[in-house]
């Protein structure tokens, strides 16, 4: 197929009507789900970045603006970049109350036509785990191009290094146990990284690293663009303030292993919804109801009838 060959085109089709446009980015099923994961990943860029009210931002991979739409009214300008042009319209008519917004649609591996240092800060949310790593590389590479001497950059990639991590790995192994090797696996499909790659990206692409944090399915990396204006022990210091706030908690990954039982068939979809009814235990609660509840609705033939 087509739509195998190149990114632009798998993410188009992904994105050919809104409701897929949602799933395809987090595998969110409606606004009210979106909007959850988005504030939960958009207080984690906050911090991260130690986002200002004059900062120029950028975000590659904005898919239809789950974290923008919560970062904006934060920043100076922000500006989302995306492979797909389907994914971008929908971004700008959920942000369509933004003045300060833009949006750049991009053709290859390259941030063209962004100017050199013309962003404070830039990030990228579960977007280079969908990514051959050297694609992911030269984005990286790209983003220091476009951010200033000291400025920083956040991302995260699934890892393989963590227990739970690898449990999500092990189900990308499985589907390509018995595959066809004459077909070219998914051109998006899931990867994933060790921390000791991240480090060498980031050195390598031109940033310094302030903080890596790598306890859970994700690893999380802060870099600071190497040049004059750049203070890397104090930037360092205000990353690892701001690390409680930046990391996945135990409980996200608590919760999505719990969601990998069900997958694998090592717990019943009931047992894990009892565990999502007490919200007193933290924002991933009706966060992760909701994202199971989606789920479950689209594995009924397997899982029983959903929660009405």
């Given at each position: 197929?087509?739509?195998?060959?190149?990114?632009?085109?798998?993410?188009?089709?992904?994105?050919?009507?809104?409701?897929?446009?949602?799933?395809?980015?987090?595998?969110?099923?409606?606004e009210e789900t979106a909007r959850l994961t988005g504030t939960y990943s958009a207080h984690?860029?906050?911090?991260?970045?130690?986002?200002?009210?004059?900062?120029?931002?950028?975000?590659?991979?904005?898919?239809?603006?789950?974290?923008?739409?919560?970062?904006?009214?934060?920043?100076?300008?922000?500006?989302?970049?995306?492979?797909?042009?389907?994914?971008?319209?929908?971004?700008?008519?959920?942000?369509?109350?933004?003045?300060?917004?833009?949006?750049?649609?991009?053709?290859?591996?390259?941030?063209?036509?962004?100017?050199?240092?013309?962003?404070?800060?830039?990030?990228?949310?579960?977007?280079?785990?969908?990514?051959?790593?050297?694609?992911?590389?030269?984005?990286?590479?790209?983003?220091?191009?476009?951010?200033?001497?000291?400025?920083?950059?956040?991302?995260?990639?699934?890892?393989?290094?963590?227990?739970?991590?690898?449990?999500?790995?092990?189900?990308?192994?499985?589907?390509?146990?018995?595959?066809?090797?004459?077909?070219?696996?998914?051109?998006?499909?899931?990867?994933?990284?060790?921390?000791?790659?991240?480090?060498?990206?980031?050195?390598?692409?031109?940033?310094?690293?302030?903080?890596?944090?790598?306890?859970?399915?994700?690893?999380?990396?802060?870099?600071?663009?190497?040049?004059?204006?750049?203070?890397?022990?104090?930037?360092?210091?205000?990353?690892?303030?701001?690390?409680?706030?930046?990391?996945?908690?135990?409980?996200?990954?608590?919760?999505?292993?719990?969601?990998?039982?069900?997958?694998?068939?090592?717990?019943?979809?009931?047992?894990?919804?009892?565990?999502?009814?007490?919200?007193?235990?933290?924002?991933?609660?009706?966060?992760?109801?909701?994202?199971?509840?989606?789920?479950?609705?689209?594995?009924?033939?397997?899982?029983?009838?959903?929660?009405?």
């Amino acid at each position: 197929m087509e739509s195998q060959k190149n990114y632009k085109n798998f993410w188009n089709e992904k994105a050919s009507t809104p409701d897929g446009a949602f799933i395809a980015v987090d595998g969110s099923t409606n606004e009210e789900t979106a909007r959850l994961t988005g504030t939960y990943s958009a207080h984690q860029v906050a911090a991260a970045l130690d986002l200002q009210a004059t900062d120029r931002v950028l975000e590659l991979g904005c898919g239809v603006g789950r974290i923008g739409r919560e970062i904006a009214p934060r920043v100076a300008h922000w500006e989302g970049s995306d492979i797909s042009s389907n994914m971008i319209q929908v971004a700008r008519e959920r942000l369509a109350d933004h003045t300060n917004v833009g949006f750049t649609e991009l053709h290859r591996s390259s941030l063209q036509p962004l100017a050199d240092a013309s962003f404070d800060k830039a990030y990228c949310v579960a977007v280079f785990i969908h990514m051959d790593k050297e694609d992911f590389f030269l984005y990286l590479e790209e983003m220091a191009r476009v951010i200033k001497p000291g400025g920083l950059v956040y991302f995260d990639v699934w890892n393989m290094a963590s227990r739970v991590g690898w449990r999500r790995y092990a189900l990308e192994i499985e589907q390509y146990r018995a595959a066809d090797h004459a077909k070219r696996k998914d051109v998006a499909r899931n990867q994933f990284s060790s921390p000791e790659e991240v480090r060498i990206f980031l050195d390598r692409a031109g940033f310094d690293l302030a903080l890596l944090l790598a306890d859970s399915p994700w690893v999380q990396a802060i870099g600071v663009r190497r040049g004059a204006n750049s203070d890397l022990e104090a930037a360092r210091q205000r990353a690892q303030s701001a690390s409680g706030r930046v990391a996945y908690s135990p409980l996200w990954t608590e919760l999505f292993d719990g969601i990998l039982d069900v997958v694998t068939g090592q717990r019943a979809p009931m047992a894990l919804w009892e565990d999502l009814s007490d919200d007193s235990r933290g924002e991933e609660i009706p966060m992760f109801r909701e994202w199971f509840l989606g789920m479950w609705k689209g594995n009924e033939a397997a899982w029983g009838a959903a929660p009405r």
